[in-house]
């Protein structure tokens, strides 16, 4: 079933479209959730409360953006809203953010040589303890594959502070990486 | 492997690792859940309007009987309008009585059941 048809019939109230169109995006709002909430236990409370606001404003849907974007900018501002009541210093803790932060990511086992799945773990580590804006930023734009512009209007950044905080994300991961597995370091800066 | 190589497996890593999501998953019964609640919430909704068209539909023909009672006779005194606001505290009384058995009766029973539906 195409976006436009599926709408259509969640806005007559239709709770079996509904429940293809939660299946169809279930994924991306519990990504986008996931990683913008630290707290577990609210993420699924949160999920519903997005595809509760998405069946209730069917209607606004005007089709002049793709559904997945609609939806990722309603449960970006659920979560947004999320934050902003538990945590006051939101916005001043983006802009403080330094790399050096990252120091306490701690490391939960040696890693040896380039054993993938466990770099892939310290990356997750990383990306984790990076203020929401650029973990937000990463998951949309790397895991979801969405375009610098669906990301504009999903988070309402402009294209340049995205393609900042992409490029600057992946820089301190790199760092982060180079820093804590000496066997890379070493390889990557090794005297041939 | 040569230095090149090497640093290209480590890109390689790198953009594996950002294009997949730590193994949590959503639990596989969220979406019979949020439906089962969205399905309520509308039962719920439903029962309220269809109650509050009846009350409204009632108050509207009561509107209607007061005016066609009291315009053609506006400057003469009514008996029944009398009678009314003499006893108005047994009338209220008895309206509420109504009300909430009204109440009762289409929307909580009706929501109950349809509760014990889902």
Redesign the interface.
Known sequence: MDDVTLVARVRD?N?HA??FL??KY??LV??MV?RMIDR?EDA?DL??DV??RV?RDIGKFRGDAKLSTWIGSIAYHICIDHLRRNKRDLVTAVEQFTPAMLAKVDIPENIGG?D?TA??KL??RVIDAMPYNYRIV?TLF??EGFSYREIEVITGMPEGTIKSYLSRG?QI??DK?LAQVPE?KA??F?T? | M??ME??D??KA??????????D????SA??D???R???K??AWREVLAEFGLKIGLVLGALSVLAAVLFFPEKNSEIPIFTYLLQNWQVLAALALIFFFTYFFDQVFLRFLFRRNKY
Not at chain 2, 13 to 22: S, V
């Open positions: 109230g709770t509904f429940r939660v299946d279930r994924n519990w990504h996931l577990r699924e999920c519903q595809f509760f069946f380039m993938r770099i892939k990356v997750h990463i790397h895991l992946r991961i790199h990486m890379i390889i990557l090794e041939n | 040569n230095k090497k640093r497996e480590l890593i790198l953009d594996e690792a950002l294009q997949e999501f730590p949590i998953q959503l639990p969220f979406t859940t949020l439906v609640k969205l399905e919430r509308l």
